[in-house]
């Protein structure tokens, strides 16, 4: 059952959810860069939700971009494909900053590869059309989508094929765009839209054809009129709405986004569809659009490379499986007084412990934090404010499911709806107590799940 929510003031919003400081202007103004092509790129065999993949390179192998090398026949997968042209080499095993130990493709790259512009211009500019679409019909639009590899580009990482799939029982009636790009720090998608928005307009077209949806929305924070005002000009006479959210963290979390823009509240347990709403990332639509209008698969994405540790933050296009090192060497390198790397932003990213790592189509950011930043008070014994439970989005207890993580009672994890939690952090963000709320129920979680 669709159910609408306005709110006390008559405006649609969210309970809970927090306003830290946004940062968004040390990158902002970059405009995106193609990361110069790096000697080696390490692809990592799975950066999806779902089965891994099987690689199907041999070494000395040659490969050109955009070559398959990674498949698998799960249904919940998505293949990958080369990023560079080059060698492969002997697959490998490579640990992400998730902690997670998966098998990877290393590829030597060749003296031939396209220039900057060459590759900017292919992602970005050029025809993309926003009407005469009929010709896409929806199962071609899907298997081109998954054909692509296309995964949740706003870090989820979920195979996007699965998402346009009909469900005679759950018709969509919406397409959800996500442009809200909460997460302090990180401006990609902010960029994106500035630079490219006939792309993103192009694939949210081609999207809503392939799940049935006949309204399409574009929901942007109101902390980025540029990106508003850009989309708004692109997508007159397309029948697409963009839609100004009020700027609060975890305005871009997938449930928050729909109640917020469209009063529409996803029941705990149920998904998206259940209220007749396809959720897609800004990036996902852009990369959606060029692989079916250019038949090009996703080998690259746009990294916000940022924070106060870093010498020069930019917006790079990077492709897939390039080090965090080499973009942050692109970007000055860091500053002397660095204190951790992170991959994504600082409410939801993973400290990363070794910058050889790739980063794989998830990786939405590298945030670069000085010591300020990380200084926190010690950890002191809760004091029962509540202030926890007014700032979780999903109206949960998070001090109760974080302390019974952390004595490892799995039965009352469940009982305090452990897997409700989206493990946005505004929990540890306002305790005054400083304990460590998200990170224990993200540890509980994964203690649970090996039980």
């Avoid at 902002?28 to 080696?40: K, Q, R, W, Y």
């Avoid at 640990?95 to 030597?108: I, Q, S």
């Avoid at 970005?124 to 059309?129: N, T, V």
């Avoid at 809200?180 to 630079?195: G, K, N």
């Amino acid at each position: 059952m669709v159910t609408t929510d306005t709110g006390n003031s008559g405006k649609r919003n969210f309970a809970g959810g927090v306003h830290p400081s946004g940062h968004k202007g040390l990158a902002a103004d970059s405009i995106i860069e193609v990361l110069p092509t790096p000697a080696t790129v390490t692809i990592p065999m799975s950066h999806h939700i779902g089965a891994p993949c099987e690689a199907l390179t041999k070494p000395k192998q040659e490969l050109a971009i955009g070559e398959l090398i990674g498949s698998s026949k799960a249904f919940i997968s998505a293949p990958i494909h080369a990023s560079v042209n080059g060698v492969a080499g002997m697959v490998c095993s490579v640990t992400l900053p998730t902690g997670k130990r998966v098998k990877a493709v290393p590829v030597k790259a060749a003296e031939n590869q396209p220039d900057a512009r060459e590759v900017y211009n292919d992602f970005f500019k050029g025809d993309y059309p926003t009407s005469g679409l009929e010709q896409y019909v929806p199962e071609a639009i899907t298997e081109a989508v998954k054909s692509a590899g296309i995964t949740g580009m706003g870090g989820a990482t979920f195979p996007t094929f699965v998402k346009f799939l009909k469900n005679e029982k759950k018709p969509i009636d919406t397409l959800l765009v996500n442009g809200c790009e909460c997460e302090p720090y990180l401006t990609s998608d902010y960029r994106l839209m500035v630079e490219a928005p006939l792309a993103v307009l192009c694939g949210a077209l081609l999207a809503a054809r392939a799940c049935g949806a006949r309204n399409i929305v574009i929901a942007i924070e109101d902390n980025k009129p540029l990106a508003i005002d850009a989309m708004r000009r692109a997508a007159k006479s397309t029948g697409i709405t963009i839609m100004e959210l009020p700027t609060k963290y975890p305005q871009g979390s997938e449930k928050q986004t729909i109640l917020s823009a469209l009063g529409r509240r996803v029941p705990g347990g149920a998904l998206p569809l259940d209220v007749g709403v396809v959720v897609i990332n800004v990036g996902t639509a852009s990369t959606i659009a060029r692989a079916v209008t250019r038949g090009k698969p996703l080998t690259h994405r746009i990294v916000s490379v940022t924070g106060d540790g870093i010498k020069h933050p930019k917006n790079i296009l990077a492709p897939i499986g390039a080090s965090y090192a080499d973009l942050i060497e692109h970007c000055g390198g860091l500053t002397d007084d660095t204190a951790r790397v992170v991959s994504g932003g600082p409410m939801m990213g993973f400290t990363v412990g070794d910058l050889t790592s790739p980063i794989t189509k998830g990786t939405s950011g590298i945030t670069v934090l000085v010591q300020q930043d990380v200084e926190a008070p010690p950890e002191t014994n809760c004091v029962r404010c509540g202030k926890c439970v007014d700032a979780c989005p999903m109206n949960l207890v998070p001090t109760r499911i974080a302390l019974a993580s952390r004595y490892r009672q799995w039965e009352l994890t469940d009982t305090y709806h452990i897997s409700s939690c989206i493990e946005c952090g505004c929990c540890s963000y306002v305790c005054p107590a400083n304990i460590p709320l998200v990170q224990l129920i993200k540890t509980g979680k994964a203690l649970k799940t090996k039980k």
